[in-house]
Structures are given as structure tokens and as C-alpha cells.
């Protein structure tokens, strides 16, 4: 299957960020990550322009003062000071573990109502405990695991997205497993394509990701087509509200694709402070200007001239959703990497 993304050229570049990361920082360890996000600490990065050209070695870009504006809020550094980056797994989307509204500004009183929480979906916490498990296969006791990042890009400001998450693949350094291609194959993620993927990328997804569909893998097994009503009980408690973990033998249920459901919570909560008057989440998603993509058979038979769609066409009043993950190509909101003067990051240095 060939995919010509429109609007869009295929990098020649490559960037290998290699690290580890630590399991403890994971949900149902100490931390509360889930299993499409990892927070890599750096011990190199390098980078090639094309795939004949040699690496530029000890690239210190990220290091020395590198900010995106996080969803257009203010500056923020890619790498902290402990030199660790968010790494958001290219081409998935696992189950919400945590989620809370976004653009809405809740009182304290509101907040004390519980529309402030983090709201998850079903399967959220059974997908970590199902990579934790198959990460523990690498794990030499220590709880780190080596692991290197690959994404193919040209540019710096290539490698992040709107949030400033570090968008790529990720193998664990022993094995060259590749855990973006292990979580949509055993169906612990739903594939999630975007603009910004080449054909290769989003071939390999795919391919792995049709299969755990047909064969109703993990998730499949409850993936709806209807969007599911919302669950004002269905959230993650901080561990002073709640010590004891989501039962993951029993965190199962009617699921929808995460960017339903991201939006469907700031809906919710918006309807219940009267900032959001939509009568349906379709009329609310038809309102985000930018949420827009490519649908995926028009792009193999139009390519280039394939058109733009609102989100919003694909879903019904009555709640019916008329694509399955694998349909869609969303349109990645671009980030720009800067300095501390504000101006734009170019050079592999």
C-alpha cells in the first residue's frame, strides 16, 4: 500500500535519541504514566540529513535552551533540567488514563464538584499493566530500561508536536523491539496516523494494527462505533484520595478512540458550567477550527488532491461514529522550537 500524504514532503532525516526510562514512573509503579508516553532521560542525540550521509554526532541542540510554546501557552523547555523529554509513541493512542478539560478555566468551587478530575476510559490502566508486564522481560533488576528514540524529520522543530512531546518510535536497545509496533500488534493501543508520518510509518502501523483488529485483540474487544456515554464515577484518584490501583482484570468496557474521548470530557464539563452550549458533541468538535483531517481511501486514490475534512463529518447527532481509527490521517498541529531570544531553532548543532 502506498500513502502519498498530501500537503505534506517525506523527511529525509533522521534523529536517534538514545536514553532509558524508568518503570517506576509508569501507573501501577510510583508514577502515573500511561502507555502511549514516556519520559526518556538523554544520554546522546544524533543526526543524519539523509540516509547516505554519516551522523552529526553529540548534537546538544535540545540542551542549550530549546522551548516550544506548549499548545500556544507560554515558552517551555523540550528537556528539563534533569535532561529527560516527554516522548509521545508516533502513530498510537492508547486508552485515556488520565484526562481533564482543556481550554476551560473551573473555580474552586467547580473544582470541589469534581469537574476538575482526571477522567479516564475503560482499558486505560489494563493497557500499562500489560506493557509494564512485557517490559519486565528487559528489566535487569534495576527498573531502567535502555531504549533509544527514531523519527524521521529534517528540521528540530520537526521533532515535536504542539505540547512539546518528542513525537517517535522507540526500541528497547537489547532486543531492537519496537514497542509503538509491539502495542498496536497485541491491541494495548488504538493506530493513530497523522500528517507528519511517512508512507513507511504508516504502513508498518497498519499493517500490525489491522491484524489485532480482525483478530479483536485487547481493546478491540470493546471498541464502540457509538460514542459511549460519559462517566462522571470513571476517573483516575491521586493516591491520597484512593492507595489502591484500578483492578486491571477488571478495567474493561465500551471504549472509543481517545481523540473522541479527549473532546467528549471537555464537552461534558463545559456543558456542566455553561461555557459550552453545543446541543451534541458533534455540533462542539464542528467549533474546533483546527481539527481537521485527510480521509485515508481518498488519499490512496486522490493523493495530493485529497480534500480537508472537519472531524466533526464523521460523527452523527445521535452519537454514531462513521470511521474506525485506521480510516482517518489527522493533521499534526506544527510546533516551532526557539531559543531563549525567541527565535527559530534550524541548525543540527
Known sequence: MSIPIPKYREFKGLVEINGSFELDKFYYRNGRSDADTI??????VRFKPSESANWIEDVKVFFNGAYVRKNKGKPEPVVND???VSIRLQGIDAPELHYNEQGLTLTDEQKKQGLGKEFRQHWGGRCVHELLNFLSNYDDGSGIINAKVLSKVDSPSDLFDTY????GEIEIVEKETNLNHWLVQEGWAFPAYYNSMTEKEINDI???SKQAHN??????KDYSSVVVPF???LYLPSKKESPTPIDYKTDVGDVNFPKIFRRQVTYEVGRKIKKINEQSLKDYIETIKDDVC??????LEKGENASIYKIAKFIEQDGKIDFSPRDLVFIEKEASLKDSDGNKIEKWI
Open 231 to 233: 462517566d462522571w464515577s
Open 39 to 44: 519520559n526518556l532521560s538523554i544520554k546522546s
Open 294 to 299: 485527510y480521509d485515508l481511501e481518498e488519499v
Open 215 to 220: 483478530n479483536h485483540k485487547g481493546i478491540w
Open 82 to 84: 534533569n535532561n529527560v
Open 164 to 167: 512539546g512531546r518528542c513525537v
Open 206 to 208: 497498519d499493517t500490525k
